[in-house]
């Protein structure tokens, strides 16, 4: 790899670690969390591919849960986190391209709605503004309780961005289908984990997997529409492979 390539890995691997660990929304039916890491392995693949990302996610996945008391889930994360970020690169390198702006605004237009259903239906209500433990140690992270309206406007703000973003073509429609399609890996990847090894290893009904289900696909449209419009901004700046660095 090229020197810049491993500077790469070590910023979005710090990313990743510090966005993962700032919100943490506790699951009582598997005992995970929900949190905003996709955002920085999404991003990770839009501007630098595969091998970043891959690396940056499961590295900087697995040790927010091992430093935040979800030690039981780092070596899935590990595996999961990685193989969800080199395919969303690859997918990206491979497949990205135009299209039309009318379908760019369609794609715009169902990121968002699914950000609002998942806020009505996941998302709203009392979430810890940072982990209730680190490195060992009990901390008192404050619990905030964010009204429905707040977070429904958060997120119309989001899906608003990621649509202007996709319309300019900053970053194509294409590439904002093309993560989903890799957070899909997560979303499986996760619910095979906690059905045969962590929820057994907890003394949880394997069957309880699939309650993480819904809440996985939600953190990767969420994931996918914080990085788009990040991406279409440091593109414009001059970062990523099609950068004159390059």
Do not use: C, H
């Not at 491993?6 to 700032?22: E, K």
């Not at 996941?122 to 503004?129: S, V």
Request: aromatic fraction near 14%.
């Amino acid at each position: 790899m090229k020197r810049y390539d491993v500077v790469d890995i070590v910023i979005f691997t710090v990313a990743v670690y510090v966005v993962t660990i700032a919100i943490q929304i506790y699951q009582p039916a598997t005992g995970g969390y929900f949190n905003l890491g996709e955002s920085m392995i999404y991003l990770a693949a839009l501007l630098y591919g595969p091998i970043v990302a891959g690396i940056a996610g499961g590295v900087g996945a697995a040790l927010a849960d091992l430093s935040t008391g979800y030690s039981i889930f780092a070596p899935g994360t590990l595996v999961i986190k990685f193989i969800e970020g080199v395919v969303a690169g690859f997918l990206i390198k491979r497949f990205k391209g135009g299209v039309k702006p009318m379908l760019s605004i369609l794609v715009g237009v169902i990121y968002t709605g699914l950000l609002v259903f998942f806020t009505i239906n996941y998302w709203a209500g009392e979430a810890y503004f940072g982990p209730s433990e680190y490195l060992g140690f009990e901390i008192s992270s404050p619990m905030i309780n964010v009204p429905l309206p707040i977070w429904i406007l958060f997120v119309l703000i989001i899906g608003g961005l990621a649509t202007y973003v996709l319309f300019k073509k900053l970053v194509y429609s294409s590439e904002a289908i093309l993560l989903l399609l890799a957070g899909s890996t997560m979303v499986l990847g996760y619910y095979l984990y906690e059905y045969f090894i962590s929820n057994p290893l907890m003394g949880r009904a394997p069957e309880a997997a699939i309650a993480e289900v819904p809440i996985n696909i939600g953190q990767a449209v969420i994931g996918a529409s914080i990085a788009i419009p990040l991406a279409a901004w440091l593109r414009r700046a001059g970062y990523g492979e099609t950068s004159t660095r390059s």
